[in-house]
């Protein structure tokens, strides 16, 4: 009789084990965020004129209050992650699809947040039918127009810019061998800007990459859009990626002294996929949150110093959702943690955009 009490016991005392540690963060909901929206990173920074951003995925969106509360209180653009891939938006030759991007723009309407689109021409996140496709010059020119056309056309005055040519640089500083580039010939990127202009006049077109040092690729980067300026193409801005410490610098005063000479050329520069990597520092957890705090910060006062950059937009803003999460093993790079509460990176963030009020 004891004996079948003791198992009784145990079998319960498993079950409960087994009951709690099966109910992962994905089932469980996650407490209510904790920061204020009413002195949010989006109210600090709107009274500054300064657009604060996250990319953003429809999944959350659809399923996650917390993820859609956080997002409307803290941030005032955004970017979809990848509906707005060609592959996403163009999965076969003759048949588009909006539905997803659709509901992620009603949605930034609804809540009066500005949308950019990401991205136009890369040689990235293609269809097969694209790769596959050995396509002739006109042929493929023929198809990266009727996709700018019909895409930016889709969502003429909603998208606030486009990120029309994605990674054009390799990291030796030479032009990117892409299936654009290849097929069509350097002139692909000179195009695409033009048919991006045409099918919608007002939105701000710039090239996106990670190119934001001081060093061989970020001068080819730099003298692209300088040759794109005297030719008259229309480009109003660069993307500096930011995936700091992952690919990109860590030097915030090399990032200043860059962004400068864009300065000069009448470009602005919006940061585009900023995330840090918590595993690149050194010592107790604590202590990386706050060296990755101090780097969002020392970002942040960057663009907020320079006379050309009014945008900054995070790959994403929680952890749970991080990009990084699944591809990279690096870890825990955004400013909201796994359930939604504000990081150190948060607070650096907030204090920087209020201190400069
Ligand atoms: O959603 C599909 C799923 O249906 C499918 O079963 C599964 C199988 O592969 O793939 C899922 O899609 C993945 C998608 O992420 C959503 O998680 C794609 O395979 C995967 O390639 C995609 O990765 C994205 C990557 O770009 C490539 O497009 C990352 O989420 C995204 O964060 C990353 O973002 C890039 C920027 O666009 C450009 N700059 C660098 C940045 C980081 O790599």
Redesign the pocket.
Known sequence: MKLRSFIAYILVIVAIVWSISSTSFATKPPPQPTNSAAESLRLLATKRDFLIGT?IKPQPLQDDPTYREVLAGEFNIIIP??HT?FWRLHPERDRYDFTQVDAIVQFAQEHDIKVMG??LAWF??LPRWVVEGNFSREELMEILHDHIQTVVGHYRGQIYAWDVV??PVEANGSLRETIWYKTIGPEYIDLALRWTREADPETLLYIND?AEGLNAKSQSFYNLAKELRQRGAPLDAVGF?S?LGF?STNNPEEVAENMKRYAELGLDVMIT?MDIPINQFKGTPEQQLEAQAKMYRDFLKVCLDASNCNTLVM?GFTDRHS?MT??TGSKDPLIFDNFYHPKPAYHAMWEELKGSE
């Open positions: 990319a992650e990848n891939k990401h991205a990235h996140a994605n990674e990670y990626q995936h690919l996929e790959w990009w699944g591809f």
